[in-house]
T-cell receptor
């Protein structure tokens, strides 16, 4: 069974702290994504990566960075957390078939971050 | 800008009634389109994609290129269909951009 695992389900941090959100997938997928999910705003893409050490900005990258040192792991970093980054963060992965993105995303359970 | 619009935030439908969740997109070319669903306390998951032309859990979605729509339909709603539904096109740059979602509430 395919699996995307987000290491932290719930986190509470203070303004200005550095926050790491970890995501691991066991499906050997090439693509990995970070979204944030907010009521009324849906899912907004923060960053995605289509290969190790590669990253692309999504629609709302400001205040975030990412790291992909290994194929299975994609980390989201908040260098200095702010209250407006309180949200549910979803990691997802997807595969490439015959050189094309399949488009089917497999999601983790989410990490709910509260910044006080 | 490439966009996807789901005009209804909340849709309440009686059990047994037909369901239609609307999605309009403004992408150039012919994007591949998906519907994702999130049931209460579960992960977001793929419901169906237009290219497969499948019916999943009784839902179907027809791509109308003229109207640039990809509405999700089911003839008879069931209580277990209550969930959050997202329309999501696959853009040419491999990004998958989600609509804001529609919460479907099935009334008994």
């Amino acid at each position: 069974d395919v699996k995307v695992t987000q290491s932290s389900r719930y986190l509470v941090k203070r303004t200005g702290e550095k926050v790491f959100l970890e995501c691991v997938q066991d499906m050997d997928h090439e693509n990995m994504f970070w979204y944030r999910q907010d009521p009324g705003l849906g899912l907004r893409l923060i960053y995605f990566s289509y290969d190790v050490k590669m990253k692309e900005k999504g629609d709302i990258p400001e205040g975030y960075s990412v790291s992909r040192e290994k194929k299975e792991r994609f980390s989201l970093i908040l260098e200095s957390a702010s209250t407006n980054q309180t949200s549910m963060y979803l990691c997802a992965s997807s595969s490439v078939l015959f050189g094309q993105h399949t488009g089917e995303l497999f999601f983790g359970e989410g990490s709910r971050l509260t910044v006080l | 800008a490439q966009r996807v619009t789901q005009p209804e935030k909340l849709l309440s439908v009686f059990k047994g009634a037909p369901v239609e969740l609307k999605c309009n997109y403004s992408y150039s070319g012919s994007p591949e389109l998906f519907w994702y669903v999130q049931y209460s306390r579960q992960r977001l998951q793929l419901l169906l994609r237009h290219i497969s032309r499948e019916s999943i859990k009784g839902f179907t979605a027809d791509l109308n290129k003229g109207e640039t729509s990809f509405h999700l339909k089911k003839p008879f709603a069931q209580e277990e269909d209550s969930a959050m539904y997202y329309c999501a096109p696959l853009a040419p740059d491999d990004k998958i951009i989600f609509g804001k979602g529609t919460r479907l509430h099935i009334l008994p």
